[in-house]
């Protein structure tokens, strides 16, 4: 048998298991369900400092380059999260790899995804033949508590173009395999050195966008790490899935 074979037959059966077989597959038992993560409607409840961080001019300039559609402001917070924690501990439809070029496990969140799946992820993304950067490819997640794993190759060049196409490709997978849950991690943020602000505004602009004309995504997760991206993203989803009339949430309507 054909490593290729080999992956392929595994991620048919994996995929066909019911949850609590598959769950026997898991690296640890500390896995956390799509319900266990607040949406960001709870979140701010939960966390109440959170509507003291307040948007700079730099954020309002970068802003005004979306146009919300408000009366979707109420059901869009339910369908949106911030979560401080693991990746590979989701047990969701899709979590989005910062992969590189060659689709070879690497460090960072790619090491870790590759670690938590086993082996046989790599042997999936060595038939795919890489990818690239702004284009994503899809896999089956192994051994993840996750069922498929997207992965994005995230600009080095600091191409905001670049890292928006990251977002778009990941979710435009939604539809074909019936993803109702993904999560994101801080692509290009860490060693591709993209800044974590600008990157959060595009981040979050293409989800937002993505949300507003699609139903089927009940979930859309975007996981911090850092500090300092749980202070942005804590910052920005202020204005891009607004809790309150009164926060500034439509920079687009600004006149000149």
Aim: charge should be neutral; proline fraction near 4%.
């Amino acid at each position: 048998m054909g490593s290729q074979s080999k992956w392929m037959i595994e991620k048919n059966r994996i995929l066909s298991l019911p949850i609590e077989e598959k769950r026997k597959l898991y690296k640890s038992s500390d896995y956390i369900t799509v319900n266990q993560v607040d949406p960001w409607c709870n979140y701010v409840v939960r966390n109440k400092d959170v509507e003291d961080k307040k948007h700079n001019l730099e954020d309002l300039n970068e802003f005004r380059k979306i146009k919300l559609n408000q009366e979707q402001n109420k059901s869009l917070a339910e369908r949106v999260s911030l979560f401080r924690g693991d990746i590979t501990k989701l047990e969701i439809d899709a979590i989005v790899n910062a992969a590189n070029s060659r689709l070879r496990a690497g460090g960072g969140v790619d090491g870790a995804i590759h670690k938590a799946a086993g082996p046989l992820l790599q042997d999936e993304c060595n038939s795919i033949g890489g990818c690239q950067t702004g284009d994503a490819q899809i896999t089956g997640g192994y051994d993840l508590p996750a069922k498929y794993v997207i992965h994005t190759v995230g600009p080095q060049d600091g191409s905001a173009q670049k890292l928006q196409s990251c977002y778009e490709k990941s979710l435009s997978f939604q539809q074909q395999y019936r993803l109702s849950s993904i999560a994101f991690p801080c692509i290009s943020t860490g060693i591709y050195g993209f800044p974590n602000r600008l990157a959060a505004h595009i981040a979050l602009r293409t989800a937002r966008k993505f949300l507003e004309s699609n139903q089927d995504v009940q979930r859309i997760i975007f996981c911090t790490f850092m500090p300092i991206d749980v202070e942005i993203y804590e910052t920005l989803m202020q204005m891009y899935f607004p809790l309150h009339q009164w926060n500034y949430n439509d920079g687009a309507t600004v006149s000149e």
